[in-house]
C-alpha cells in the first residue's frame, strides 16, 4: 500500500524537463519533506500528484489512482498551493460553505471548530487576511476535507516565526488525529526537521536521496583526516563531497556500518548540513533511491 | 507529568531528545512508577513535532522496560532509573581522579586531558558496536 508511487517520472515544459527520471515510494502515514533549490522540480511533483499537471513521461499512482482522474480521485488528496491561495472577494464563512458543497467527505465540525479556535471572524473577507491567517484558512480546508493525502507546497514560506509554528502544531495534530499522510514542500529545514520523518532532496530536476530522515541523519558522516584520495574509500562508503587542502582531506559519505578507520575524526552532520551537501554537490555521484517506509 | 521541549542545538535527533528527557526525569526521580507520560496528541499540539516521532521514542522506552503503554489510555512508567549504584560511583570517582593526576604529571593539559578522554570513550563505545 502506497499513498504516491511514481516511477521514471518526468515533465517537459518545452526543451526543458522540469523533473525527470523521479522514481518515489511513499507509504501512509508518513510526513514526507520536500526540499530542494528553487526550479529543482518540486512544485512540479506536487501539482502532478495533485492532478493540477499530466506527467510528460513514466507513471505515477496517488492513493491508489490516476491523479485527477475523477471525483473519487479529487476527494482522497488535499492541495494547498504556494502562497495559501484563497479568494479574496470570498468571506471566511463562505469558504466554509464552498468547501462543504464542492467536497463529498467534508468534515463541517472541524472546519468550524478549526475556524473558530484560530480566532478567525468568519464575516471577515479573506483578502483582509493576515498572511498567517490565510495560511491557517487554507489548511482548514485541505484537512476538513478529510483527504489521505494532503500535498503542501511552500506553506510556511510567508509567515513570522509564531504563526509558522501554531501552523505546523496544527497541521502535526491532523496527523495524528486522523492519520493522514502529508508531503510538503520547504526550504526551512529546521521545521522539516522537526515535523517530517521522511525527507526527498530534489536537485535539478532529480531525487538526489528520498530516505528516513533518522536514517539520514545516522548514515551520513563527515571524515577529517590527512590528504588521501577518496577512491581509496571503502566501496561501502558512498562519497557525497569531498575537500582537499594540501595536506587534510574533508570527505561526507553516505555509509550504512559504522567509520573505523582510526585516520578519520568523524563528525556528525545535522539534518541542514546533509541537505546543503546534497544541494551544492548535485552530480557527485549517482542518485540514491530508495523506498521509503 | 512532565513537559518536553526539543534543543535544536544539541545535536540529537527529536527522537533520542524525548528519550533522554525520559530517562533525565526518572533519574531525577521527576517521574516515578504509575506516572503518565504526556499523550502523544498533546506533546504533538505543543511542540509542532511528527506523532510518529513520539510513538517511536515511546516505543523505544517500552522496549527498555521503562514504560508500558495501556491502549486507549496512554502510556506509564513501569520502572525508575536509580542511575549506577551508588556504591560503585565512590571507587570509580577516586580511580578516575588519581589517573588524572597522573596525566597532568605527564604534562597534558586541560584541553588534552578531554581530548583524550572523548577519543577514548568514543573509540571504545565504537568498539562495541562493531
Known amino acids: 500500500m502506497t499513498v504516491l508511487r511514481a516511477q521514471g517520472l518526468g515533465k517537459r515544459y518545452k526543451r526543458k524537463w522540469a523533473l525527470s527520471g523521479c522514481t518515489l515510494d511513499i507509504e501512509p502515514g508518513h510526513v514526507t519533506g520536500l526540499v530542494g533549490p528553487n526550479g529543482a522540480g518540486k512544485s512540479t511533483l506536487l501539482n502532478i500528484a495533485a492532478g493540477m499537471l499530466e506527467p510528460t513521461a513514466g507513471t505515477i499512482e496517488v492513493c491508489g489512482g490516476v491523479p485527477g482522474s475523477g471525483p473519487a480521485q479529487l476527494a482522497k488528496v488535499g492541495y494547498v498551493a504556494q502562497d495559501s491561495p484563497v479568494y479574496k472577494g470570498l468571506s471566511v464563512e463562505d469558504h466554509l460553505r464552498l468547501g462543504a458543497r464542492l467536497n463529498p467527505g467534508w468534515d463541517d465540525g472541524l472546519a468550524h471548530d478549526r475556524v473558530r479556535r484560530i480566532g478567525l471572524d468568519p464575516k471577515q473577507h479573506a483578502g483582509k487576511l493576515s498572511g498567517g491567517q490565510r495560511a491557517q484558512l487554507a489548511l482548514t480546508l485541505g484537512i476538513a476535507k478529510r483527504p489521505e493525502l494532503l500535498l503542501l507546497d511552500e506553506p510556511v514560506a510567508a509567515l513570522d516565526p509564531l504563526a509558522r509554528r501554531e501552523f505546523l502544531r496544527d497541521l502535526m495534530s491532523a496527523v495524528a488525529e486522523h492519520g493522514l499522510s502529508v508531503v510538503m514542500s520547504s526550504h526551512l529545514v529546521t521545521d522539516l526537521e522537526r515535523v517530517c520523518d521522511q525527507l526527498i532532496v530534489l536537485v535539478d530536476s532529480q531525487v538526489r536521496i528520498a530516505c528516513d530522515v533518522e536514517e539520514l541523519l545516522a548514515t551520513h558522516h563527515r571524515l577529517t583526516g590527512p590528504r588521501r584520495d577518496v577512491d581509496s574509500l571503502p566501496a561501502d562508503q558512498q562519497v557525497i563531497s569531498a575537500r582537499h587542502t594540501d595536506r587534510q582531506t574533508t570527505v561526507v559519505v553516505r555509509s550504512e556500518a559504522p567509520i573505523l578507520d582510526p585516520v578519520w575524526t568523524v563528525g556528525e552532520l545535522t539534518l541542514e548540513d546533509v541537505v546543503l551537501e546534497y544541494m551544492s554537490n548535485p552530480t557527485a555521484t549517482r542518485p540514491a533511491l530508495e523506498v521509503l517506509r | ?130
Do not use: C
Not at chain 2, 17 to 35: F, S, T
Not at chain 2, 72 to 88: M, Q
Open chain 2, 1 to 130: 507529568m512532565i513537559e518536553f521541549h526539543l534543543d535544536g542545538r544539541s545535536g540529537l535527533s527529536p527522537y533520542q531528545q524525548l528519550v533522554q528527557q525520559v530517562r533525565h526525569a526518572l533519574r531525577l526521580g521527576l517521574l516515578a512508577e504509575g506516572d503518565q507520560l504526556p499523550k502523544v496528541k498533546d506533546v504533538v499540539a505543543v511542540l509542532a513535532i511528527n506523532p510518529n516521532t513520539v510513538l517511536k521514542a515511546y516505543r523505544e522506552l517500552e522496549h527498555d522496560g521503562l514504560v508500558a503503554a495501556r491502549p486507549g489510555v496512554g502510556t506509564f512508567v513501569k520502572a525508575t532509573l536509580g542511575g549506577a549504584p551508588n556504591a560503585a560511583l565512590g571507587p570509580l570517582r577516586q580511580e578516575l581522579l588519581r589517573w588524572l593526576t597522573k596525566a597532568r604529571r605527564a604534562g597534558l593539559d586541560e584541553e588534552s586531558i578531554e581530548a583524550l578522554l572523548m577519543s577514548t570513550f568514543r573509540g571504545s563505545a565504537r568498539e562495541e558496536i562493531a
